[in-house]
């Protein structure tokens, strides 16, 4: 099949999307994947960069953008971002902590939306962010329920074991204290598909002082809720 249109450059420029679709790319990777040469690999990648269609991870790899979410919500296909605002806000007023929505994108998660705490201290994860998979209860929601082997490869170099793992599968949802961040814990829970494929994990985190060294006793309940409302949306 012949996926031109006859616009050599948008042509391109869909090629680098469609490769960064499957996780984050250095420059190199992003040249082997798509058959461009150097010079237009990097050329379009910064231009989608400047419209924030792609952007770079911690490592200076580029990845898919924010503006591509902000696009699927404005025009309703993406019903996952479409009903978290709502969604990730009563979480935020039942439980008074900062909420997210993250994403498993390659071997990271991506922040595609958020309800920050009105007041006080709080922990902000702003919209785009893209975090490890290696701490965090949202990371383990993300590989709980993916097969064996990328399971056993996920863990290694985690702050989490494969046993944690099997437990968030037992319990339906996860905790951290101290992963990703000194002094930080969260909770949170799977939003499935209409398949039940894992597709987004809704957390709740802030500070160890308010949440404690078992914060799912606190917001289990609310974050599970929230991650079943946002299911049934997508069920809809």
Request: proline letters at 4%; glycine letters at 10%.
């Amino acid at each position: 099949m012949n996926n031109s249109s006859g616009v050599g450059v948008l042509d391109k420029a869909a090629l680098v999307l469609g490769a960064l679709e499957a996780g984050p790319l250095s420059l190199s990777d992003l040249v082997a994947v798509t058959g461009l040469s150097r010079p237009t690999a990097y050329r379009l990648a910064a231009a989608l960069e400047h419209h924030r269609l792609v952007s770079r991870d911690l490592q200076g790899r580029f990845i898919i953008g924010p503006r591509c979410s902000e696009l699927a919500t404005a025009t309703g296909h993406d019903l996952l971002l479409t009903a978290a605002g709502p969604i990730l806000a009563g979480l935020r007023d039942r439980t008074g902590e900062s909420c997210q929505l993250y994403r498993r994108q390659g071997a990271h998660r991506v922040c595609i939306a958020a309800a920050d705490r009105r007041s006080g201290l709080l922990d902000s994860v702003p919209i785009g962010a893209v975090l490890s998979m290696h701490a965090g209860s949202a990371a383990q929601v993300l590989l709980a329920w993916e097969d064996a082997d990328l399971v056993r490869r996920s863990v290694e170099g985690a702050r989490f074991d494969a046993p944690t793992l099997a437990g968030v599968r037992r319990r339906g949802w996860a905790q951290s204290v101290g992963e990703r961040e000194a002094g930080v814990a969260s909770v949170s829970a799977p939003v499935r598909d209409e398949r039940g494929k894992v597709v987004g994990a809704v957390s709740v985190s802030g500070p160890l002082e308010r949440l404690t060294k078992a914060p799912g006793r606190l917001h289990a309940t609310a974050v599970v809720g929230a991650a079943r409302a946002l299911t049934d949306a997508l069920s809809s």
